[in-house]
């Protein structure tokens, strides 16, 4: 006889055990809804039918690979992000509630109906530069990232979510050239080399390069916020993404960069996880 949805679901939560029960009811639902092909909400709604058993198959062996320590993000294929589906791979990092905060801020820097030119150095899966071209449909976007898997998936990510945004390409601001932009943003690796959290969930994963930046974590950031002024109109903002106790290292940077004001934004959790800066004087010269 073939298991009920109710009966894999339980399965699941057993499987997937956790200090908190909640978090392995949310994985077995997600992972079963993939392996059924069907919403978490049917689920719900029909927890007493019986599952095909082909379905129950790949639940299963879904349920082992995240017991081995898979993400669910790269076994489903998708994650959330501003409220919108990505698709995901171990090409790129899993988009995190984190940078929300960094879509948050750079919207503030724009006004809605504005014809901003943006830069998203290390693009990833597009999230950001996706979710900012739906925000602000009159503005120029532009993606870079070193890694062509990475882009690969962000024009998938573009191209489902019907925006047109230019993907380059290359380290940091090399693919640009000489060009300017009214908003820079970044969700660069910030990880110090050697930090135990590499070894640990899901970061085990991920991509190594897209994670981790010189001994203290601040190496790409430094690099991204020396060479800012010359890519910035004056009056552009910089805002990048940064690790929890990093925000300080980081006002210092763009202030000695020529920033002013210099701004924190804060998480969900009251974290500062973006810092930001607007370029008050001309562009240097190169």
């Known amino acids: 006889m073939n298991p009920s949805v109710g009966a894999l679901l339980d399965e699941g939560v057993r499987a997937l055990a956790r200090p908190h029960v909640e978090d392995a009811r949310r994985e077995a639902q997600v992972l079963l809804g993939h392996a ?9 709604a029909h927890r007493d039918d019986a599952a095909a ?11 082992q690979d995240r017991s081995d320590g898979q993400p669910v993000a ?8 501003h409220g919108l589906a990505f698709r995901v791979s171990p090409a790129v990092l899993i988009p995190r509630a984190d940078t929300e905060t960094l879509v948050g801020a750079a919207l503030e820097a724009l006004p809605a109906g504005g014809r901003a030119s943006i830069l998203d150095l290390g693009t990833g899966s597009g999230c950001v ?3 900012l071209a739906r925000e602000r449909p009159g503005s120029a976007v532009t993606a870079v990232d070193a890694s062509k898997p990475a882009l690969d998936i962000a024009r998938e990510n573009a191209l489902a979510h019907g925006v047109e945004i230019e993907f380059l390409q290359g380290d940091w601001f090399a693919a640009v050239g000489s060009r300017a932009f009214h908003l820079i943003v970044s969700n660069p690796p910030y990880v110090a080399l050697g930090d135990p959290h590499l070894e640990r969930g899901d970061l085990r994963f991920e991509p190594p ?19 800012a002024p010359l890519h910035l109109h004056p009056g552009g903002w910089l805002l990048l993404e940064h690790g929890h106790d990093q925000a300080d290292a980081c006002a210092h ?18 974290i500062r996880r973006v810092a930001g800066g607007r370029l008050v004087r001309n562009r240097p010269s190169r």
Request: a positive charge.
């Open 36 to 44: 059924l092909g069907v919403s978490r909400a049917w689920l719900v």
């Open 53 to 63: 058993p082909e379905g129950a198959s790949r639940f299963r062996r879904l349920l």
């Open 74 to 81: 790269y076994l489903t294929g998708e994650r959330e992000f």
């Open 129 to 131: 530069a996706v979710a």
């Open 209 to 227: 390069g897209a994670l981790a930046s010189g001994p203290d974590g601040l190496s790409a950031i430094r690099r991204i916020i020396a060479a």
């Open 253 to 270: 940077l763009l202030r000695e960069a020529g920033f002013d004001p210099v701004a924190a934004f804060p998480d969900l959790a009251g």
